[in-house]
Each structure stands twice: as C-alpha cells, then as structure tokens.
C-alpha cells in the first residue's frame, strides 16, 4: 500500500533539473507533496487531486497521472534551498480524509 | 498565527515504561493527524481524529498504543510499556476540516528513545 518514491537520492548543480516520481498500487485520491529537512518538520509543497491536474508552485510543480496512479514532481532551475528528502503522501480512494500514506522518500541533495 | 506544538520535543524512557506525547494543533483544525517516523522512512501514519473522535486508528501498531483527544484540540498519544522498537520521532499534524484538499501542517515531532 505504501507508494514508491523513484529515483531513491538524487544530486543536482544549481540550475539543473529534477524530476521525482511516485507510484501507487491502489487508485488514488489526492496526492501530497512534502519537502522535510534533517530535524525539521515536513514542509508542504502542493496537492493534487485526481482528475490529471498539473500544479505549479514557483520553479517547482506536478502532475497527476490518474491512469497510471502515478504522480511526478518537477523542480526546475535548482536552488541550493532545494535540498532536503522529499515525501509524496497518497490517499487512496474513496479518500477525502486527508489520512496520507508516504512513501519512503527521495533525499535531493543541490551543489552549488 | 502560531503552527503546531509539540512536548516534549525529546524524551528517552526505559524499556516497559508508560510515556505520552503531547500535541497542540492550531486553533480552528479539526482535523489532527499522528504518524511515526524512523530513521531514513517516509512518515507512517498511526490516527487521526475529527473533532474528539478518533476517525481511523487502523495505522496503532498494537494495544500498547492509545490516543486521545477529549475536547477537541489537544491530543496525547499514550504508549504503555515501551519498547525498544517504540524509538522513532512522533509527528503530529493538523489542517482545518480534514478533507483532501486542506493542507496538513506538521509539528516538530518529538523524538523518544526507549533503551
């Protein structure tokens, strides 16, 4: 049930892009983007609801593939403040409950 | 306006002791959240309540585990007879009327260490 978070870690140089993925086995409701730094809370970043909607926030958005059950985050023009594990928290239909199942994260780490 | 409060933000314990962690959601949500995080995993989710009731508690690894929240605003999760696998940092979030589209805000945790 727990969504899987692809690739695992990632490295970028500032300016590049990235692109981390999350898929679920179950169909999904919405889709929860988090950004947590070591020792910090997690931060959000963007929901999206089921329907295929593609979000934006800044450099930093996401789409929703209802299909695929499948959900991509893309960051673009990398910053140094980027860095940090990302999560995506799925809630699986019939949902509207906001309880969330994360899945196990992928670290960013951008280089100056 | 203030976030979500936790306490307290660290608490070691011994193996077979009763802890409880407490959790201030901000004011208005009445929706609040408990998950569990370990080291290098996503946050795993143990409850959450609408209002004092407690919604879904399907994530409460056993009976060791409780939570509580009687009038609607703070939340204890209450651990009896701690274990060492217990050792984790307890997350705790809250967002307005608990539906897909509100945001879950997220307290700093409180890291227990059973030893």
């Known amino acids: 049930q727990q969504p899987v978070q692809s690739p695992q870690a990632v490295i970028l140089r500032e300016g590049e892009d990235a692109v981390i993925n999350c898929s679920s086995s179950?169909?999904?409701?919405?889709v929860h983007w988090y950004r947590q730094k070591h020792g910090e809370a997690p931060v959000f970043l963007m929901i999206?609801?089921?329907?295929?909607e593609q979000k934006g926030h800044e450099k930093i958005s996401a789409s929703f593939n209802e299909k695929k059950q499948q959900s991509s985050l893309y960051l673009t023009a990398s910053q140094l403040s980027y860095s940090g594990t990302y999560f995506c928290?799925?809630?699986?239909?019939?949902?509207?409950?906001?309880?969330?199942?994360f899945g196990q994260g992928t670290t960013l780490q951008v280089k100056p | 306006g203030a976030g979500v409060s936790q306490t307290p933000s660290n608490k070691v314990t011994e193996k077979g002791k009763y802890v409880e962690l407490r959790c201030d959601p901000i004011?208005?949500?009445?929706?609040l959240y408990w998950y569990r995080q370990s080291l290098g995993q996503g946050p795993e989710f143990l409850i959450y309540?609408?209002?004092?009731?407690?919604?879904?508690d399907s994530g409460l690894p056993n009976d060791r585990f409780f939570a509580v929240r009687p009038e609607g605003s703070v939340s204890t999760l209450k651990i009896q007879r701690t274990e060492r696998g217990d050792s984790a940092v307890y997350l705790c979030?809250?967002?307005?009327?608990?539906?897909?589209?509100?945001?879950?805000?997220f307290g700093p945790g409180t890291r227990l260490t059973v030893l």
């Open positions: 979030a809250s967002s307005l009327l608990g539906v897909s589209t509100d945001t879950q805000y």
């Open positions: 179950k169909a999904l409701y919405s």
């Open positions: 999206l609801l089921k329907g295929g």
């Open positions: 928290g799925t809630e699986i239909e019939p949902g509207n409950t906001g309880k969330l199942i």
């Open positions: 004011s208005g949500h009445t929706a």
């Open positions: 309540f609408q209002g004092t009731g407690a919604a879904d």
